[in-house]
């Protein structure tokens, strides 16, 4: 019986019958817990805008980011590929090198998009790298390869987090108001003599934006003391209040922009709400009661309601939307902004317990490997083409690469995108079965296997086994009780990791 259990799916799921989508938007959020809205439960923190997303299409209770910190998600989200296959994937400094393959190197999501006929964009967070080669990267002249190389026509980006230097943004490839005559420098060792740090310079600290460590405590832009080190560049320095309009209007602007040309389009929108520093616009100060970190949370919805109105207004209602998150939560990162303090006991990691969910608590978050580190929101709503309602079906991000390519009827090559599969069904509703099985993993640590209800990880000489059905805190390891679940997934887990 567990051997008949743990043996992959052999039968073949019919295949969808669709057109293609005019458009194709993944809206990616940053640190969202998969309670963190009333969407997932909490009604402290009423979410309207996606609320109705949900409403309209599918909201999956047992989804999952490839790994439970940023760069290494967003790599896997972008190329098909786990990103522990490649050295150089971990979370990345703001000044770091291109990891993506550019189009000439492998075929990714964007560049398969691209080809299929989309206009493709992305546009916030980056954190992907910028340039090759070993010299320091000039950020007064044109930087590539980046974007446009991995197969983004058009893209309007921060280089890596808000927290990190450079505090630019930049369009196709240039920063974006740079003035010729206060070139940038940035520097991720020494600081520049005369320029205010943290540190030295607490005054101009904002007050929700102090410091508890070394690390959040260097050149303070726009009073937000940050990672890194930069000089110069002032008039290009963005606003942190007005960040996520600025976003938004851009994608409107690309989506207008690309309905004039009658193209289909693509869009990959990275918010960097609801990651740390949190400076939410003064409409949304105070407004959730829920502190800084729930204000932002209001700001992430808005911006999600005004995306979606100009999709129906530039005629892209024919629209397969995708909604997530990069990795589990974080409250308190390296700011010193009273998200602790403020959160009224709210739980970014527990499931709503009004029947329709299984009772009990996630445990973990952003950094870790239990399931509330992986676990996160992910709505798809594609109107007459999606199931409307809930569905427990085990998805991964890994496998949007290959189901958005093959449905926007892409080929794709033989070697790119190597561990995505084909879940169109599962994404559509015609599955609630989902992946035989995913691999959740942390930045650098060990990887657990998910199959059906049970979770496995070996940490140092120590094997964890979980039946999730009735532990969703992991709390009681039976890999013990059953020596021979754990040894056939060790084994499974083992090919995985290295098929060869």
């Known amino acids: 019986m567990i051997k008949h259990f743990l043996c992959l799916l052999s039968f073949a ?10 458009a194709i938007v993944i809206f990616y959020t940053d640190d969202l817990g998969y309670n963190d809205t009333s969407t997932y439960g909490c009604d402290k923190v009423p979410c309207p805008n996606l609320d109705k997303l949900a409403e309209e299409g599918l909201r999956f209770t047992d989804a999952h980011s490839t790994h439970s910190v940023c760069t290494p998600s967003r790599y896997s989200l972008l190329t098909g590929e786990y990103a522990w296959r490649r050295k150089g994937t971990g979370i990345l400094p703001g000044d770091a090198k291109l990891i993506l393959p550019t189009e000439q190197e492998r075929a990714t999501l964007p560049s398969l998009m691209k080809k299929a006929g989309y206009r493709t964009a992305v546009i916030g967070k980056w954190h992907l790298g910028l340039g090759r080669g070993t010299t320091p ?29 450079p505090c630019v943004y930049l369009k196709n490839g240039h920063v974006v108001n740079l003035d010729p005559s206060d070139p940038i420098e940035v520097s991720y060792k020494v600081p520049f003599e005369g320029e205010p740090l943290g540190s030295t310079h607490p005054e101009l600290v904002k007050p929700h934006a102090r410091s508890f460590g070394p690390q959040h405590n260097c050149s303070v832009i726009d009073g937000i003391p940050r990672i890194g080190y ?5 008039a290009a320095r963005w606003k942190d209040q007005d960040m996520a309009d600025r976003l938004t209007d851009e994608a409107i602007n690309f989506i207008a ?15 960097n709400d609801i990651h740390v520093p949190r400076d939410p616009h003064k409409r949304f100060v105070g407004k959730s009661g829920m502190g800084i970190r729930g204000d932002v949370t209001l ?17 892209y209602s024919d629209c397969l ?16 902004d009273g998200s602790i303090r403020d959160c009224r006991g709210h739980n970014p990691v527990a499931p709503m317990n009004a029947g329709q969910w299984r009772d009990g608590r996630l445990s973990g978050g952003k950094y870790g490997l239990m399931e509330g580190s992986t676990r996160v929101p992910f709505i798809v709503s594609w109107p007459g083409h999606t199931e409307r309602g809930d569905s427990s079906a085990l998805v991964s991000q890994i496998d949007l690469a290959r189901s958005l390519a093959e449905l926007a009827g892409a080929i794709v090559p033989e070697g790119a995108l190597p561990d995505s599969r084909n879940q169109l069904p599962a994404l559509l509703g015609k599955d609630r079965t989902g992946a035989p099985h995913i691999i959740e993993s942390t930045n650098g640590g060990p990887k657990a ?52």
């Open 321 to 336: 939307f995708i909604f997530s998150s990069d990795n589990g939560p974080v409250i308190n990162d390296g700011y010193l």
């Open 13 to 22: 799921l019919p295949l969808i019958a669709a057109e293609k989508p005019r």
């Open 449 to 500: 296997l998910r199959y059906g209800q049970y979770k496995y990880y070996r940490q140092g000489k120590k094997e964890h086994l979980y039946d999730l059905s009735n532990d969703l805190q992991e709390l009681n390891n039976i890999a013990q009780q059953h020596p021979d679940i754990v040894e056939q997934m060790n084994r499974l887990l083992t090919k995985l990791i290295d098929p060869s």
């Open 230 to 234: 930069m000089k110069g560049g002032h």
């Open 299 to 315: 700001q992430m919805d808005d911006c999600l309601g005004r995306l979606r109105q100009a999709l129906n207004k530039y005629g």
């Open 137 to 165: 990267t000039d950020w007064n002249r044109h930087i590539s390869p980046g974007p446009a190389e991995v197969g983004f026509e058009h893209s309007f980006i921060l280089a890596a987090t808000g927290d990190r230097v």
């Open 257 to 271: 922009e690309s309905a004039a040309l009658r193209r289909p389009i693509f869009l990959y929108f990275a918010t």
